[in-house]
């Protein structure tokens, strides 16, 4: 629709192969309901965000119109439209979290890390992305999510051993 | 039918209703008012703002009205205390964000949340919170953005998705940070675009050119017909003080519904481009005076009585109107002038029939197949390519016959890039499959056969010529095989010929008498004396010599709205006449619809209707007939004397012209169509105005 050259090669093959794959799961010309899953493999694919190209691109690769992906980025949290760090980081500082001192949890990440909530690390590593709210786990609390993954019953040293871990 | 019809009772009225039909149908059929923001009658149904909801008996809760559907013995409260509290406390919601503006929105005083805040808001806000801000849009030269303004209701989003077939417009953010855009800033660049004005309920889209120029209260609404195209479209011309400020859509189901193209909506602004001629000018050697109108009208008189019989040519616009084209065709014809033609851009010219769609423009929808050939629909006639949309849409096999090709947001069957030469001969293959010829036989495909089915085997069908069919080389042999092709499969043959009032033209008589002269060689060929009616040579036909064949005349009136370069350098006397929007007239349709309309703004500077001009004209040269007082006594009789014509039938086969393998067909620019058109800052600046410099010729 804007006349200009494809985008879909900045998908990589493996990201392509996983569409297809969620493609086949809805009926023929459903195509839509597979923006979900292809933003997911391509945010993976791009180490941790979206940019309008790459949208563009799964919009293209879907036969989409490119505001529709657009509109599905930017409603769900765990699409990043902005350049931020690999590993997304959040500490839960909902009702039972924060009765377990997650208002510690959130002081010591930042202070480990050297950024605010909402920042990256400088070397692209973390993406401290927000203060989290109820993920279901108030039996842990207090608990932080990296990269979809629940860390529960935190302590500065269980904290710091996720954390260094990433890469 | 009976089956289908329930029973309802809405606010103690009982009510027949469809089976499936939603309730707020039912309610504004029978007048019941329910209030509403995202509803929208020729949209789809989204039912998220929620202002509509009612109490349904039995139900738990109130119902959005817009979003369900009626039951047998459903008892519908609109109005009972219920329903009134659910929607005042949604008006309450709507307004926490909505901005208190009023005063300097443009919206003000034709605002539906503003109208439905009187009657459903409370005097005083209960919040007291921050309200949130949204950074404006920027959609391009043609709708103005306050998007802080708006309350999500998704009507411009819907439009673009179901109606123009382009979304490109959505929602993007979630709860508070919930807004319309187009994400990444894009104008929005399609011919109905100025429609989102009009679908938005709040001011949050407004039209750009009129922003800040009147208030709606201060103008008053003058019923107007579009002078772009031949549907007919029906417009309102919104007039302050005797200047047209803007041009909305009137709705006609009939014809253009609800919408408006883009051209129609902001062509108004031609109307006072800073080349309007101001009064009578004479040309004196290589300068201009201005004289009166006695002056110029007897120096017009004594220049056409010295023209030898027959060597006066007169060229009229498309777009005139009957009355003005009854009385030309009866002074050229008094004057012993055969030369009169309005079919500026055609090159070929067969038999003159009269122009005709063939059936009516709200039966387009219904089509189930179609063939056009040589036409880029949405740019010929945006509003008759949207109805194509809804039929192809609906399974309607549209196939295209062009010489280039074009970009329709809408399933297409079979889409052929022919040269002119190339259309005629799939026109002949065509012809012949349908005569029976099996795959391989004189040059017959199976594509070729799959078309002709698609035209035998359904009911509702029709071929359609368009601008580019007209402007073909050898459009005579064109439109005889494909009226031979609508014969052969039962097809409606529709000519879709350029200007508002073609068909009227003929009717008017606007057409050359046998053995003189027709436009093509009016324009190539100087005359003694040439009469424009609203016509710039060069600009509005495609014959490259056509200002050197004008300027080569000793005697050239110009009857025109504008004193444009062209013309100062080709005129010898320019009378200043009134456009569209400033004379009374009637325009006939391409269905056939003759509708009249009167003068909405007051001509500018000394211009006159251009029919009171031809009329003193007329009188002046001693000619019989000019005697009439009113428009309305030139349209009884130009419509007496088109009730009294044969009815014409295009004529069928006729042989095939040679034409050069090479030939070429010119498609004009969207928004150069016209004088009017090409005067509007705001058209030349959208993409379509862009990539359209002025007399720029397009590929073939």
Avoid at chain 2, 670 to 699: C, H, K, S, W
């Amino acid at each position: 629709m804007t006349g200009s050259t494809s985008k879909i090669g900045l998908l990589t093959e493996h990201t392509r192969h996983e569409i297809d794959s969620w493609v086949a799961r809805f009926p023929e010309g459903r195509q839509r309901s597979a923006v979900l899953s292809a933003l997911r493999f391509t945010q993976e694919q791009n180490q941790g965000f979206l940019t309008p190209d790459l949208m563009e691109a799964v919009a293209e690769y879907l036969k989409l119109p490119a505001i529709q992906v657009f509109e599905v980025a930017s409603f769900y949290s765990m699409f990043e439209t902005h350049p931020c760090g690999r590993h997304h980081v959040s500490v839960c500082t909902n009702i039972s979290c924060m009765l377990n001192g997650s208002d510690e949890v959130v002081a010591y990440v930042e202070k480990k890390l050297g950024i605010k909530t909402g920042e990256s690390t400088p070397d692209g590593r973390i993406f401290l992305k927000r203060e989290e709210e109820c993920l279901a786990s108030c039996t842990g609390a207090p608990m932080m999510m990296v990269d979809h993954h629940f860390h529960e019953h935190l302590t500065p040293e269980k904290i710091d051993g996720v954390l260094d871990a990433l890469k | 039918m009976s089956e289908d019809a329930v029973n309802i009772t809405v606010d103690g009225v009982p009510m027949k209703a469809r089976k499936g039909e939603m309730i707020i149908r039912v309610t504004d059929a029978n007048d019941v008012y329910v209030p509403r923001f995202c509803y929208h009658e020729k949209l789809p149904v989204a039912a998220n703002c929620r202002m509509c909801l009612v109490e349904v008996e039995k139900a738990p809760k109130p119902l959005p009205a817009c979003a369900t559907p009626v039951m047998e013995g459903m008892v519908i409260r609109t109005k009972s205390a219920k329903a009134i509290a659910a929607q005042r406390s949604v008006m309450e919601f709507l307004l926490i964000n909505h901005p208190l503006d009023c005063p300097i929105c443009d919206q003000g005083g034709e605002c539906e949340l503003q109208d439905l805040a009187v009657g459903y808001g409370r005097d005083i806000s209960r919040y007291h919170e921050r309200k949130r801000v949204v950074k404006d849009k920027n959609l391009g030269p043609l709708v103005s953005t306050d998007m802080t303004r708006c309350i999500h209701c998704t009507r411009c989003v819907r439009f673009g998705q179901d109606v123009a077939g382009i979304p490109e417009l959505g929602t993007t953010g979630r709860g508070e940070h919930n807004e319309i855009g187009t994400y990444i800033e894009a104008s929005v660049n399609h011919e109905l675009s100025g429609n989102i004005i009009d679908l938005c309920p709040v001011g949050a889209l407004n039209s750009k050119p009129f922003r800040y120029r009147a208030r709606s209260w201060e103008m008053t609404q003058q019923p107007l017909v579009s002078p772009h195209d031949g549907l007919g479209t029906n417009l309102y011309g919104h007039v302050r003080r005797g200047r047209l400020m803007r041009v909305v859509p009137r709705r006609n189901d009939a014809i253009n519904e609800t919408w408006i193209s883009d051209r129609d909506r902001f062509s108004y602004e031609g109307v006072y481009s800073a080349d309007r001629l101001q009064a009578p000018m004479l040309r004196d050697g290589d300068s201009w005076k201005s004289v009166d109108w006695q002056t110029a009208l007897e120096a017009v008189a004594q220049g056409l009585q010295q023209a030898p019989k027959g060597g006066t040519g007169f060229l009229a616009s498309a777009s005139s109107t009957v009355e003005e084209l009854t009385l030309l065709s009866r002074l050229a014809r008094g004057i012993g002038s055969g030369n009169i033609d309005h079919r500026l851009r055609q090159t070929d010219f067969p038999a003159a029939v009269t122009p005709s769609l063939g059936m009516a423009v709200a039966d387009v929808d219904a089509l189930q197949a179609l063939l056009v050939i040589g036409a880029n629909l949405r740019h010929e006639i945006p509003l008759l390519a949207s109805r194509v949309r809804k039929a192809a849409v609906r399974g309607a096999k549209v196939s295209f016959l062009n010489p280039e090709r074009f970009e329709y947001l809408f399933p297409v069957a079979q889409y052929w890039v022919a040269s002119p030469a190339q259309q005629l001969a799939a026109l002949q293959v065509l012809v012949a499959a349908a005569r029976g010829a099996a795959v391989g036989s004189e040059g017959v495909t199976a594509e070729h056969l799959q078309l002709v089915d698609s035209l035998k085997s359904n009911e509702r069908k029709a071929i359609w010529l368009g601008a580019l069919a007209q402007r073909h080389p050898a459009f005579g042999s064109l439109r005889g095989l494909a009226a031979e092709l609508a014969a052969l499969t039962g097809a409606t043959l529709g000519v879709l010929a350029e200007g508002a009032n073609a068909a009227g033209a003929h009717l008017a008589g606007a057409v050359p008498d046998a053995g003189a002269l027709n436009a093509g060689q009016m324009l190539t060929t100087s005359l003694h004396s040439y009469v424009l009616l609203g016509v710039e040579p060069q600009a509005d036909s495609l014959v490259a010599s056509a200002a050197a064949a004008v300027a080569g005349a000793r005697f050239v009136v110009a009857l025109t709205p504008y004193a444009s370069d062209e013309l100062k350098a080709v005129a010898t006397i320019m009378l200043p006449i009134g456009s569209f929007a400033e004379t009374s007239g009637t325009y006939v349709s391409l269905e056939g619809r003759w509708q009249s309309f009167a003068g909405a703004a007051q001509p500018v500077g000394e211009s006159r209707p251009a029919w009171k001009v031809l009329r003193v004209l007329g009188n002046l040269l001693g000619l019989q007939g000019f005697a009439q007082s009113a428009s309305e006594e030139v349209l009884a009789e130009a419509r007496a004397l088109a009730d009294g014509a044969a009815p014409q039938a295009v004529p069928q086969g006729g042989g095939v012209a040679a034409i050069a393998a090479d030939a070429v067909v010119t498609d004009v620019p969207l928004y150069q169509i016209d004088a009017l058109v090409r005067r509007a800052p705001a058209l030349q600046a959208t993409r379509d105005g862009m990539q359209a410099p002025q007399g720029a010729q397009g590929a073939a």
